[in-house]
Nanobody, 129 residues
Framework: QVQLVESGGGLVQAGGSLRLSCAAS????????MGWFRQALGKEREFVAS????????YYADSVKGQFTISRDNTKNTVYLQMNSLKPEDTASYYCAATAPGFRWSQLASQRALNYDYWGQGTQVTVSS
């Protein structure tokens, strides 16, 4: 069983930055694809970014491309989401997710929430205008 714990959310003014962290328990972190999703109030959960086992491949939703950066440190069992130039429309609860061990990363597969077996509890990001 994998447990994911997000941190780093908060209130920030438009144009500011935040870095989210997601710490994972378990021994299989380094062979799990990791993803970030977000859900704004009254909207469906949407894909934000994903990263392959080694960190060598990443994929972003068009809405955050060039603005957010996903990374991972397998020695610390942690995945990060660096968010820059934040906008009010980035306000949402952000969720970290992990696939089952051995899942093969691809752009298409990694953006589907159904492919992730483990989810964190979410961290709130609020961007004021």
């Amino acid at each position: 069983q994998v447990q994911l714990v997000e941190s780093g959310g908060g209130l920030v003014q438009a144009g500011g930055s935040l870095r989210l962290s997601c710490a994972a328990s378990g021994r299989t972190f380094n062979v799990s694809v990791m993803g970030w999703f977000r859900q704004a109030l009254g909207k469906e959960r949407e894909f934000v970014a994903s990263i392959s086992w080694s960190g060598g491949s990443t994929y972003y939703a068009d809405s955050v491309k060039g603005q957010f950066t996903i990374s991972r440190d397998n020695t610390k069992n942690t995945v990060y989401l660096q968010m820059n130039s934040l906008k009010p429309e980035d306000t949402a609860s952000y969720y970290c997710a992990a696939t089952a061990p051995g899942f093969r990363w691809s752009q298409l597969a990694s953006q589907r929430a159904l492919n992730y077996d483990y989810w964190g509890q979410g961290t709130q990001v609020t961007v004021s205008s």
